[in-house]
């Protein structure tokens, strides 16, 4: 069998269930795998849950539950909430198994007959929250280096010759940049080996619960040794079959995790068994609330999909299409360098930007002009030169990101792709082709469809559901490879496009997390001399009106009226019917494609068996005929106005 291509998550504590926060590790690792599988490459990607050692028995004790039956609980939630998700892991493993501590038994037992692990007194302070050993000159204030209160101990346990790995670690990572990424973790990295290893204590006096050394029920591994270990027994180590999967292509983690144990401890362990090390370990920043570290103990816990639930409350998207909502928020903000801040005003801001905004737009306004422009179909036809460079930088970009693991340049690479659509749109105006008869018409729609098929491919590792409403929209069989990705032959000519359906309606701004500042009143213009001067209102009474900017996407006599138009116009992110009294002013191909004020929030009315929703602004001129209003340069669609 070849080798596969293997991802690892860290297994977390059940000691708490999935946050923002573990949700962004996890998530990462799915993005990856996604990706590979669209490479064609056979994938196994796992993740799991960090069961023994003290911290989940004090969380157990804490609940009043038996451990046993507390992490089977826990877990049970972990998987659920991962499903939810839509992480599509291969394989969960809980360090709880059978076959985990039989593989930890193996591990220490092999490294013990090495002569890498030998007897001694251990003296020093314990961190539970973070599960590590710490000396007496580590400690800040009499707390850990984290904060966390210590406790003393002093017992005869196991040490692991961690000191004999430190040469070899430091050259191992000097002939592999790609080893740890991004650099600057690798450089911490460094700075901790030069400051020279010392030897780790392996194993605690049993408290009743945790994995007992080989042969002595009185001490348990210490739990970081044995979680470490996971990443192999699931590849079925030392049995047979285990090199189709080891050693992990990527591992993936939070910086905290890194240093002290990734990418020393692990290497090292892996050294002393005489297994090869895992290709690359990715080290992302964190994900903060106020600046501090999400974590339950802090009470500052946002949970992934209660956050997608509340946007599809706030907006009416499909649930489904929310969690693709926190999906890309994750990451679009994925943390490298520097860590992130998360507030909901910014999650907020970004859907109205990217989906709402950039992504709503681009195929609403493509499905639209298709329909109308080339009988809803894809025309044969090659893009013009123009998109077919943007399209191919795109993807070439996305693509050397994605090798270098930087989720948030390769998210941002797919919607560059959507961003330069509309600009094309903008520019090429096919409403104003269509007019003239310029030949170029089919072409520029089929340009169009090239840059929405293109997002689809480029889109599908970060939001699978949006993918595929994009490929159903394009009434094209959803792409499952990356191979061909931005050329023509994606695209079926002659195909039938699908139905077209707004998938992010707008957060309006008073609905949003961070209302914007109330607008003030705008200074009252003078009336014209010979109007009389009209009641005053109060800016109360204007702000009733909801007046926004749409495009007229279709435009055509209304059937028994000479002075009617009946027009398809597209608000934001949906099209609506709006019938016009100014066909004597206006020639249907000339409103196709032009901005115009809407009022948005008029009740609907029925206008010669027409029904309209919505109303045009126009100023009156001397025989009371339109003169329709219209921005004095592109505004965003579906703007406010006031
Ligand atoms: N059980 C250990 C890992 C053992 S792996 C052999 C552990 N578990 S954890 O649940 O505390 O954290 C798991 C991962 O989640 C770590 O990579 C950690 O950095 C990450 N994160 C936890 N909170 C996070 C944020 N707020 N932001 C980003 N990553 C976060 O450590």
């Keep these: 069998m ?16 999935p946050h923002i926060g573990t949700a962004l590790t996890t998530f990462a690792a799915d993005v990856t795998a996604r990706y590979q599988k669209m490479l064609g490459r056979e994938v196994m990607f796992l ?16 609940a009043g539950k038996d451990p046993m039956q507390f992490v089977d609980e826990v877990a049970g939630q ?29 591990v220490f037992q092999r490294l013990r007959e090495a002569g890498h692990v030998y007897p001694g007194t251990y003296e020093g302070w314990y961190d539970v929250s973070s599960e590590t050993f710490y000396k007496e000159s580590d400690l800040v204030d009499g707390l850990s280096p984290d ?22 670690l430091l050259q191992h990572i000097e002939s592999n940049p790609q080893f740890i990424v991004p650099e600057v973790r690798r450089n911490e990295v460094v700075g901790f080996l030069k400051q020279g290893l010392r030897d780790v204590c392996i194993t605690r006096s049993n408290p009743g619960w945790g994995i007992p050394i080989p042969g002595d029920d009185s001490k348990v591994i210490y739990v970081w040794f044995d979680a470490l270990i996971n990443y192999i027994t699931a590849t079925g180590w030392p049995d047979s079959g285990w090199e189709d999967l080891w050693p992990a292509e990527v591992e993936w983690m939070g910086k905290d995790i890194l240093t002290r144990f990734h990418a020393t401890l692990w290497p090292a362990m892996l050294m002393g068994l005489g297994l090869p090390l895992p290709a690359t370990l990715v080290g992302h920043g964190w994900m903060t609330l106020g600046g501090e570290k999400i974590s339950k103990s802090k009470g500052n816990v946002v949970r992934p999909l209660e956050l997608a639930e509340g946007l599809s409350e706030l907006t009416g998207c499909e649930r489904d299409l929310a969690i693709d909502a926190v999906r890309h928020h994750m990451a679009a903000t994925m943390p490298y360098e520097d860590d992130t801040v998360f507030t909901l005003e910014e999650f907020h801001r970004r859907y109205n930007t990217d989906l709402a905004n950039d992504l709503g737009n681009a195929l609403n306004r493509s499905m639209a002009m298709a329909a109308k422009f080339v009988g809803g179909a894809i025309p044969d036809e090659q893009p013009e030169d123009e998109v077919a460079q943007a399209i191919a930088q795109s993807v070439e970009q996305y693509r050397r990101h994605m090798e270098a693991f930087r989720l948030d340049r390769a998210s941002a690479a797919s919607l560059e792709v959507i961003r330069f659509l509309n ?19 089919p072409r520029v729609l089929f340009g169009m469809a090239l840059c929405l098929r293109t997002a689809e491919g480029l889109l599908r590792p970060f939001m699978p559901g949006v993918a595929d409403a994009i490929a ?7 792409l499952t490879s990356l191979e061909g990705v931005g050329t023509p032959s994606t695209l079926r000519p002659g195909s039938k496009l699908g139905e077209a359906r707004p998938m992010f309606p707008r957060i309006q701004a ?24 009209s009641e005053p209102i109060g800016i109360e009474d204007f702000a009733k009106v909801e007046l926004r900017i749409g495009r007229v996407l279709e435009a055509e006599p209304l059937e028994g009226s000479d002075k009617l138009l009946r027009l398809q116009v597209v608000v934001g992110s949906e099209t609506r019917q709006i019938v016009a009294g100014i066909r004597a002013q206006y ?36 025989e009371g005929g339109a003169i329709l209003l219209q921005p004095d340069r592109e505004a965003p669609e579906g703007a406010k106005v006031r």
């Design 472 to 478: 159903a929209q394009l009434g094209q069989v959803p």
């Design 2 to 17: 070849p080798k596969r291509y293997y991802i690892t998550t860290p297994i977390y504590y059940v000691n708490s269930v």
């Design 423 to 441: 600009k094309y749109i903008d520019t090429r105006a096919p409403w104003a082709l269509a007019k003239s008869g310029d030949p170029a018409l």
């Design 587 to 622: 020639a249907p191909l000339d409103l196709i494609g032009r901005q115009v004020v809407v009022v948005a929030n008029l009740k609907p009315a029925m206008l010669r068996g027409a029904e309209s929703r919505g109303m045009l602004l126009a100023a009156v001129d001397g």
């Design 510 to 533: 008073e609905r949003a997390a961070a209302p914007e500042p109330k607008a003030q009143p705008p200074e009252r213009p003078h009336p014209a001399k010979e109007a009389p001067p």
């Design 78 to 106: 972990f998987v659920e909430i991962w499903r939810g998700m839509k992480i599509e892991f291969d394989d969960f493993i809980r360090t709880t198994e059978e076959r985990h501590v039989r593989c930890a038994q193996e």
């Design 147 to 168: 904060g966390n209160p210590v406790t003393w101990v002093q017992e005869e346990n196991f040490f692991f010759r961690l000191s004999d790995f430190e040469e070899r």
């Design 47 to 62: 993740t799991g849950t960090d069961e023994n050692g003290l911290k989940v028995l004090e969380a157990a004790k804490a």
